[in-house]
T-cell receptor
């Protein structure tokens, strides 16, 4: 069975600082990996996704993520955080014969001015 | 174009009452998902519809929960005899095609509070 772990429930950063949100997955084959963002009162929006090829994936809003098979990780990064990035971030894994992705519990990002 | 819409945005009900939550997916999207998001929890899959195929109901937590999708478009999630533990945000998502690679487009959710 596939699973996703987001070890950090909350992350606090100062505006302008760099950011890394951790995601570890468990999956038997090559996974399909996603990062979604949920702003307060909103649904989830896709930031980026990885299926194959280049392990460094660029997404919207200046985010990127790197797939590391040896570490079973797909960490999300941003070089300089903006106050508007404060939100909940979800990592998800899918693949195989299942059309149902598995989502992590989410990481809440707090941005200090 | 219009995104996924859900109604109502908020619903307060009394324990034991039935509630219906509605989802309007993006036009032309054949796949539709329902999830439940409880405070501090991730997204819990409830049910998946794909075209005219039988839905995947494997995530429904009890027989009090049911859902239908009429005409391959609008979907309704019904919770009968609501319990306090049903309080959560119910999210609907759609995708243009079935498959694990497809991006899901989410609605804003219905926040359900059972008193």
């Amino acid at each position: 069975a596939q699973s996703v772990t987001q070890p950090d429930i909350h992350i606090t950063v100062s505006e302008g600082a760099s950011l890394e949100l951790r995601c570890n997955y468990s999956y038997g084959a090559t996974p399909y990996l996603f990062w979604y963002v949920q702003s307060p009162g909103q649904g989830l929006q896709l930031l980026l996704k990885y299926f194959s090829g280049d392990t460094l994936v660029q997404g919207i809003k200046g985010f990127e993520a790197e797939f590391k098979r040896s570490q079973s990780s797909f960490n999300l990064r941003k070089p300089s955080v903006h106050w508007s990035d404060a939100a909940e971030y979800f990592c998800a894994v899918g693949g195989g014969g299942s059309y149902i992705p598995t989502f992590g519990r989410g990481t809440s990002l707090i941005v200090h001015p | 174009g219009a995104g996924v819409s859900q109604s109502p945005s908020n619903k307060v009900t009394e324990k034991g009452k039935d509630v219906e939550l509605r989802c309007d997916p993006i036009s032309g999207h054949t796949a539709l998902y329902w999830y439940r998001q409880s405070l501090g929890q991730g997204l819990e899959f409830l049910i998946y519809f794909q075209g005219n195929s039988a839905p995947d109901k494997s995530g429904l937590p009890s027989d009090r929960f049911s859902a239908e999708r009429t005409g391959g478009s609008v979907s309704t999630l019904t919770i009968q005899r609501t319990q306090q533990e049903d309080s959560a945000v119910y999210l609907c998502a759609s995708s243009s095609r079935p498959g694990p690679k497809e991006t899901q487009y989410f609605g804003p959710g219905t926040r359900l509070l059972v008193l």
